[in-house]
Each structure stands twice: as C-alpha cells, then as structure tokens.
C-alpha cells in the first residue's frame, strides 16, 4: 500500500457518540489518513470544542455545511469524509459531499428510503466519486478469506447460508420507554423497521459478501416482543439468492445474555464454513468427509485478501478496530490509484458500495412490508438492479 498522506474528515462521531472512536482508531491506524476536518457534533460549540481538543485547529467546524463550503475552497481539502451521524441524516450529507467533489465513507444504513439510495448510486456514477458504506465487519481477515475459499470452490456449489445478529441490549421492558431506547422503536424517528434495518442488514450484506450473490426475494416474519413498541425487535428473514442459495437470517434486540452477535455459517455441496464476529480469529472449516479444520487468522498460505488484512502475527487478538482499519485501507488504495492514475491492488477492492448500501434499503423495506403481510414472499431487489 502507497504511504502517501491522505486527508480525512468526519461529520458526527462527537464525544461519547457509540461509533466515532472506532473510526478514528480505524482511520489512524496505517498513517495514511490524517484526522484534518470534522463537524464531529449536533451542537456547534460541542462540535467545534471537541474538534480542536483532537488536534483539527481551524478545521473543527460547527456545522457540516460549513465544512462543506469552506473545505471544497481549500487546495487541501479532504479525500475522504465519513459520514457518522445518526441515519435521517446521512443522505442529505453524503449527496453534497459527493456532488461536491468528495470521497464518501457513509454509515449504514446509507439512507432511510429506496428512492433516496438509487439517488445516491446515480450521484456517485455521475461525479465518479467513491461512496462506501460502513459494512466494517467484511473488513475482518478472515471473512476476506471465507469469501476467497467460496470464489475458489473449497465448498463447492452453496447450498444454504445462515446468518445472524440477535443481541439483548433492548431486552428490558421496564427501560423501554427510556427516550434514549424508545425512539429507535418508533416509525417517525427510525423509518419502516428497527433492528433489521439496525443490525439485520449487516448480517444480510454479509451474506452477499462472502457468498458472492445477491438477494433475490425474501420473506420476514417480525414482532415486537415488548408491546410498547411499534416497529420490531426480532425478525426471522427466510431469502434466496440469484446464485441459488437458500437464506435464513435471524435478528433480535431482546435476545439476553447474546452481546454482539453477529455470525455466519455457509454450506455448500462440499464443505462448510463458520464464523462469528466475537471469535473473528478462528474460521471453522470442514470438507465433506474429512475432519473439521480450524483456521487461524495469520497462518501460513491464507488468501492475498485475508493476508493484506491481517495486521498483527498469529495467535494475538485482533478485533473490530482493526476490521474498520482494513475499509480504511482499501478507501486509502482506491483513493491513491486514482490520485497516481494507476489500477489500484484487486485485493484491496473489496470495501462496499453504494450498491451495497442500496440493496440493504430494498431488503429493509421488503422486510417490512412481508412483516405486515404474515409472511409474504417479496421481491427484495431494489428497482434499478430488477
Ligand atoms: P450516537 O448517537 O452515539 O452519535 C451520533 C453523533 O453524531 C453524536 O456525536 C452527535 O452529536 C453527532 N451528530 C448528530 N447530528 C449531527 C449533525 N447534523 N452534524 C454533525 N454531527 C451530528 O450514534 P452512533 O451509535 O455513533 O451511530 C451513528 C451512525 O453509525 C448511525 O447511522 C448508526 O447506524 C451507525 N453505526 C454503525 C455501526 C457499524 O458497525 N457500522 C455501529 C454503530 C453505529
């Protein structure tokens, strides 16, 4: 990887905010990207205060309008900005950044609605801007090298996928009506659904990221287990896949003592694989007939892919930091071949897309509406990709 200095900025991500400390860790991590910008908070001063206590002087902004304006007038303005403010905002800013001339890191869900997403894929095809989104957990080494035995047929033709992210965090009927929990339940602030719109499409573009096809159609069965809530707080996703792949993916919020949660299993017609995102460093391997394997993050002849995303040697932790270093990285590569005008390392072209971020929105709201219907089989494809 080049080691040229990059320029990175960020909106949201404020002090105590859940995700911004993982994208600065994530970004730092290489020293190609130098913290340069943010309006890192809703409240200017807060913004503005907590921006200069980071070292971003005159570029701590207290608003993301602001640093629009007075960053694109800069010779040195940032290559990259991420987006980490809460989801009702994240498609008016990523749509000015990118028309503006800016590389885009957005958190997911990339927007609120489908109409909003194809806006979003149009914008970044038209300027020719890149515009990720945060699905940070296909950085992790290991899920690289899950999707590389798959391409390569270690288990033969995929058969079945099985996806999960259920945690408990939300489990507490008597702190559900806390503002602070209460409002990602309901339509007006969160949008047609909660935790698949939350936590379920991480689990389903994971699914497409290491299988390498695309969700066709879906069918959902949500609840809210927790009567004062609108939207739901468990769902269980039946889909299929343009590949042929039979899915099923469950999410929940009210699942107790399960604490992040995220995992994924894929069989084919000769193997099956195995991983969960709270042992990221062993990968379950068992070939049709033979012994169950335990792969190692960082052992010998592993994939390129999962060789340029491991970071520390064999046997030491590596965990979720490093998985969004490893998006950082890619953007860094992506960004710097077009900077050099050279065709940038293939292994590294694997952070996702607004196409990704895109699908995600479609899959939401056939989630939604097959929950209204009992079950209902829709067409999980978001109108321009039918
Ligand atoms: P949070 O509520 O903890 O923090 C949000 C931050 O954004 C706060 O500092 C707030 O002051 C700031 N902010 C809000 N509006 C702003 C505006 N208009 N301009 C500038 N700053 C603004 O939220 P959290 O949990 O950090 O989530 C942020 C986003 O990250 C969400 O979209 C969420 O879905 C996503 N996320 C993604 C994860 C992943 O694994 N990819 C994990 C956790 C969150």
């Given at each position: 990887?080049?080691?040229?200095?990059?320029?990175?900025?960020?909106?949201?991500?404020?002090?105590?905010?859940?995700?911004?400390?993982?994208?600065?860790?994530?970004?730092?991590?290489?020293?190609?990207?130098?913290?340069?910008?943010?309006?890192?908070?809703?409240?200017?001063?807060?913004?503005?205060?907590?921006?200069?206590?980071?070292?971003?002087?005159?570029?701590?902004y207290g608003g993301?309008?602001?640093?629009?304006?007075?960053?694109?007038?800069?010779?040195d303005?940032?290559?990259?900005?991420?987006?980490?403010?809460?989801?009702?905002?994240?498609?008016?800013?990523?749509?000015?950044?990118?028309?503006?001339?800016?590389?885009?890191?957005?958190?997911?869900?990339?927007?609120?609605?489908?109409?909003?997403?194809?806006?979003?894929?149009?914008?970044?095809?038209?300027?020719?801007?890149i515009?990720?989104?945060?699905?940070?957990?296909?950085?992790?080494?290991l899920v690289?090298?899950?999707?590389?035995?798959?391409?390569r047929?270690?288990?033969?033709?995929?058969?079945?996928?099985?996806?999960?992210f259920?945690?408990?965090?939300?489990?507490?009927?008597?702190?559900?009506?806390?503002?602070?929990?209460?409002?990602?339940?309901?339509?007006?602030?969160?949008?047609?659904?909660?935790?698949?719109?939350?936590?379920?499409?991480?689990?389903?573009?994971?699914?497409?990221?290491?299988?390498?096809q695309?969700?066709?159609?879906?069918?959902?069965?949500?609840?809210?287990?927790?009567?004062?809530?609108?939207?739901?707080?468990?769902?269980?996703?039946?889909?299929?896949?343009?590949?042929?792949?039979?899915?099923?993916?469950?999410?929940?919020?009210?699942?107790?003592?399960r604490?992040?949660?995220l995992?994924?299993?894929v069989?084919?017609?000769?193997?099956?694989?195995?991983?969960?995102?709270?042992?990221?460093?062993?990968?379950?391997?068992?070939?049709?007939?033979?012994?169950?394997q335990?792969?190692?993050?960082?052992?010998?002849?592993l994939?390129?892919?999962?060789?340029?995303?491991?970071?520390?040697?064999?046997?030491?932790?590596?965990?979720?930091?490093?998985?969004?270093?490893?998006?950082?990285?890619?953007?860094?590569e992506?960004?710097s071949?077009?900077?050099?005008s050279?065709?940038?390392?293939?292994?590294?072209?694997?952070?996702?897309?607004?196409?990704d971020?895109?699908?995600?929105?479609?899959?939401?709201?056939?989630?939604?509406?097959?929950?209204?219907?009992?079950?209902?089989?829709?067409?999980?494809?978001?109108?321009?990709?039918?």
């Amino acid at each position: 990887m080049t080691m040229k200095k990059l320029k990175w900025g960020m909106i949201g991500g404020g002090e105590g905010s859940q995700i911004g400390p993982a994208h600065r860790l994530g970004a730092g991590l290489d020293g190609v990207f130098e913290f340069s910008a943010g309006a890192l908070d809703h409240r200017p001063d807060y913004g503005i205060d907590y921006g200069q206590r980071l070292g971003l002087g005159d570029r701590a902004y207290g608003g993301w309008e602001e640093m629009l304006e007075a960053e694109k007038k800069r010779d040195d303005r940032v290559d990259l900005v991420t987006v980490a403010t809460p989801n009702a905002t994240h498609f008016e800013i990523t749509k000015a950044f990118l028309e503006n001339g800016f590389h885009v890191l957005c958190e997911k869900p990339m927007t609120m609605t489908i109409e909003e997403g194809e806006d979003i894929v149009e914008i970044a095809k038209k300027t020719g801007n890149i515009c990720a989104v945060n699905y940070g957990y296909t950085g992790y080494s290991l899920v690289r090298h899950m999707r590389a035995m798959i391409a390569r047929g270690d288990i033969g033709k995929v058969r079945l996928v099985n996806a999960e992210f259920a945690h408990g965090h939300h489990a507490d009927a008597t702190d559900a009506d806390n503002p602070r929990v209460r409002w990602r339940y309901d339509p007006a602030q969160a949008g047609v659904s909660a935790q698949f719109a939350d936590c379920g499409i991480h689990a389903l573009h994971m699914a497409s990221f290491v299988t390498g096809q695309e969700v066709e159609k879906l069918s959902a069965d949500t609840v809210s287990c927790i009567d004062v809530r609108t939207l739901e707080d468990d769902a269980m996703v039946n889909f299929r896949m343009d590949g042929g792949a039979v899915g099923r993916l469950w999410t929940s919020s009210i699942a107790i003592g399960r604490q992040h949660g995220l995992g994924i299993q894929v069989f084919g017609e000769t193997g099956g694989l195995r991983w969960s995102q709270e042992h990221p460093n062993q990968l379950y391997y068992m070939p049709l007939g033979e012994r169950l394997q335990v792969i190692e993050r960082g052992e010998a002849n592993l994939s390129p892919e999962a060789d340029r995303t491991s970071r520390v040697t064999i046997g030491h932790a590596e965990g979720m930091p490093l998985a969004f270093a490893n998006i950082y990285a890619d953007l860094a590569e992506a960004i710097s071949a077009r900077k050099e005008s050279r065709i940038m390392d293939s292994a590294a072209n694997l952070y996702p897309r607004a196409e990704d971020g895109l699908r995600s929105m479609a899959a939401v709201f056939a989630v939604a509406q097959s929950g209204k219907e009992d079950g209902k089989w829709m067409d999980a494809r978001p109108p321009m990709f039918r």
